[in-house]
C-alpha cells in the first residue's frame, strides 16, 4: 500500500511485459473458447489446454484417470479439433496430469472412509498377538489397523 492507497501492480511493470502477458491471456482466451466449442462433457469440465504451439496441443488433466481417457480417445479428440479452422494443423496431443499442489481445496479427493474390518474374529485375534511383538511402530500400527483394534501400548515421550 502506498500513501494514497493501493496500486495496480501493472503500474509498476514495463509496458512491454504488459503488452506480452496481455497476448498471452488473448491467445490463452482464444484457444479456450475454441476448446470448449469442440470438446464435449465430462472431458471439457476434466481438462482444460495450456498452450497450442506448431500444431501441438498442451492439456492439463485433473487426475490421471482422465488423462489416460484423453489420450485413449486422442484420435477421436483431434479429429473433432480438426473442423475448427483454429486447429487446423493440428498433430499432436500433449496430456500431463494437474499437479496436486495446484487443485483448489474443492478439487481434492474426498478423504477415504475407514470401513471396519472383514476379517474373521480369530484372525484379527492372531494378527494383533502378532503386532504386540513388532518392534517397528509404523508395521506395528497397519498391523492393529488390520485387525481393526487400537494401539493400547503407551507411546515413548520425547
Request: hydrophobic share 35%.
Amino acid at each position: 500500500m502506498t500513501r494514497n492507497g493501493p496500486k495496480n501492480a501493472g503500474a509498476h511493470l514495463p509496458s512491454t511485459m504488459l503488452k506480452r502477458a496481455g497476448v498471452h491471456m488473448d491467445k490463452l482466451s482464444s484457444l479456450l473458447t475454441h476448446w470448449k466449442s469442440r470438446v464435449e462433457e465430462p472431458l471439457v469440465s476434466h481438462s482444460f489446454p495450456v498452450s497450442y504451439d506448431n500444431g501441438r496441443l498442451s492439456l492439463r488433466a485433473d487426475t490421471s484417470a482422465w488423462a489416460s481417457r484423453l489420450r485413449h480417445d486422442q484420435a477421436r479428440i483431434m479429429t473433432t479439433l480438426r473442423g475448427d479452422p483454429y486447429f487446423q494443423d493440428l498433430h499432436e496431443l500433449y496430456v500431463r496430469v494437474l499437479p496436486e499442489r495446484a487443485r483448489t481445496a474443492r478439487e481434492k479427493k474426498p478423504a477415504t472412509i475407514s470401513l471396519p474390518s472383514r476379517i474373521p474374529d480369530t484372525a484379527a485375534h492372531l494378527i494383533k498377538s502378532v503386532a504386540d511383538d513388532i518392534i517397528d511402530p509404523a508395521l506395528r500400527k497397519a498391523l492393529i489397523r488390520l485387525a481393526g483394534a487400537q494401539d493400547r501400548r503407551p507411546q515413548p515421550k520425547r
